[in-house]
């Protein structure tokens, strides 16, 4: 690759790297804070989940943003938020200021994440994209699984404000270089879709909500199904928007793409059961093994190790071969190894027979991951992007939201609990059970990508 595309590549992978942590990172912190800020259970919830529910309902309006106002001045713009954000969580001085400085996090991260997408994708031409995606993803995808890791070293070793402290350096130094070393490149457009920004957002924030708070306050209470339905007709609303549009930030026609319209539910599956096994395994160690923070971190390391690995090589792969095969033959290795696990893990269990589960399992992911996001890219035009990968992203995020909600639920339907490692150890199995079936309806669903997606080459009139 080029030094300019290098750069491109290195930068949005650190920004990228930095989002995916800090949406986990905080989860084995948890308990340090809630002896220092003296905070009740819905607190810590919350802790976690502003962070997610800001970066979620935003992502389109970050990408909407990128394409109209500059791609690298709004990815700088929200790398500032977000660190300054990151200042403010290490300072709060109570568990309302650290979940307010956390939305406000989520909101810079849905300005950078997608834009550090777009920036890879535009740097590189198509026959190359693949394995810039694999490079990337496999500096994302290691953030989303070392970070429950990290924040046990940091909390254990320092003080729970150095997972947030953390970010200050990294953030100012990747922000002077981006100026630097990265072009400006706008949408195809420049108009701004300012109705269809509202609608999304409130739909996404609907929907999001209703997911969120479905376990605590009831799948069937009014406020869960009230939100589900008004986001519900939201999304309806905005789709009739953007179809009448001048300049939609979504352009319905993307859609028409069978590659685009297959590849975008297939990851939100991938990240449904990747979410929802991460939000237990560690646990399981934690409950069932007797294991601490940092053992459990550590024996998530063959996963970790599979994703570095392999991440590169399915990326150059999928460019050669096609992304159908990819995706579908990941999402169906993961599918088998949240099986085998499912059927194996109780309290007796020895961690030397879930290993090679999680090997598979690991492998599995980093084929689908890379060769759906290069599909989606694939099936739009250059200039669109930023557009594609907003959705992309979004979807991704609901996915983790959808897949950790559902795990808990079957956990929580199957008697699990923390009481002892048997009752644990039901619930999990059960919800891995769950993770399992979601991952293997996303390799039906992959079984439509086109062996190999093509992007428009002439202008489409019609939305």
């Known amino acids: 690759m080029t030094p300019r595309q290098a750069w491109v590549l290195g930068l949005a992978s650190t920004a990228s790297f930095m989002m995916a942590l800090d949406s986990l990172v905080v989860t084995t912190a948890l308990t340090s804070i809630r002896q220092d800020l003296a905070a009740s259970l819905e607190s810590l919830e919350w802790t976690v989940n502003a962070y997610n529910l800001a970066f979620a309902v935003l992502l389109l309006t970050g990408a909407a943003l990128g394409d ?36 406000f996090q989520g909101a810079g991260a849905a300005m950078v994440l997608p834009l550090s ?71 195809p457009h420049h108009r701004f879709d300012l109705g269809g920004v509202v609608l999304v957002t409130a ?77 237990f395994l560690a646990q399981y160690f934690q409950t069932v093994h007797g294991d601490g923070p940092l053992a459990a971190g550590l024996r998530l390391v063959p996963w970790t190790a599979t994703l570095m690995v392999c991440a590169p090589i399915a990326g150059r792969l999928a460019d050669r071969f096609g992304e159908r095969t990819f995706v579908a033959g990941g999402l169906l290795l993961q599918s088998v190894s949240l099986g085998w696990i499912a059927l194996i893990a109780d309290a007796g269990t020895s961690y030397a027979e879930i290993v090679p589960a999680l090997v598979v399992g690991g492998a599995g992911v980093t084929m689908a991951m890379p060769a759906a996001q290069r599909a989606v890219v694939a099936a739009v035009r250059p200039p669109e992007i930023g557009q594609a990968s907003g959705a992309f992203m979004m979807l991704r995020i609901f996915g983790g939201v959808f897949g950790t909600s559902v795990t808990v639920a079957v ?26 079936v979601l991952a293997f309806l996303g390799a039906l669903v992959a079984l439509g990508i086109p062996r190999r997606a093509v992007a428009p080459r002439a202008p489409v009139a019609a939305r």
Do not use: D, H, K
């Open 68 to 103: 109209r106002f500059g791609r690298r001045r709004v990815f700088g713009i929200g790398l500032a938020l977000f660190t300054a954000s990151s200042v403010a969580c290490a300072l709060a001085p109570g568990v309302g200021a650290l979940i307010t400085a956390r939305a």
């Open 117 to 187: 997408l777009t920036l890879v994708s535009a740097a590189f031409p198509a026959e190359q994209r693949g394995r810039a995606m694999g490079l990337y993803l496999g500096i994302t995808g290691l953030a989303t699984f070392s970070g429950p890791f990290l924040g046990g070293v940091i909390a254990q070793g320092l003080a729970w404000q150095w997972i947030f402290w953390l970010n200050l350096p990294v953030g100012l130094i990747t922000i002077v270089l981006t100026t630097r070393r990265v072009g400006e490149t706008f949408g």
């Open 203 to 279: 739909a996404g924030f609907g929907i999001v909500w209703a997911l969120v708070r479905g376990n605590a306050a009831g799948w069937g209470s009014a406020e869960v199904l009230g939100a589900l339905v008004l986001g519900a007709a939201l999304v309806v609303a905005f789709v009739v928007w953007e179809r009448r549009a001048a300049a939609p930030m979504l352009p319905m026609r993307f859609f028409r793409s069978r590659a685009f319209a297959t590849a975008n539910p297939a990851n939100f599956l991938v990240f449904a059961s990747l979410y929802g096994t991460m939000f």
């Open 411 to 436: 956990f929580a339907a199957a008697g699990g609990g923390y009481t002892s490692p048997g009752e644990f150890s039901a619930g999990f199995s059960a919800g891995m059970g769950a993770v399992a």
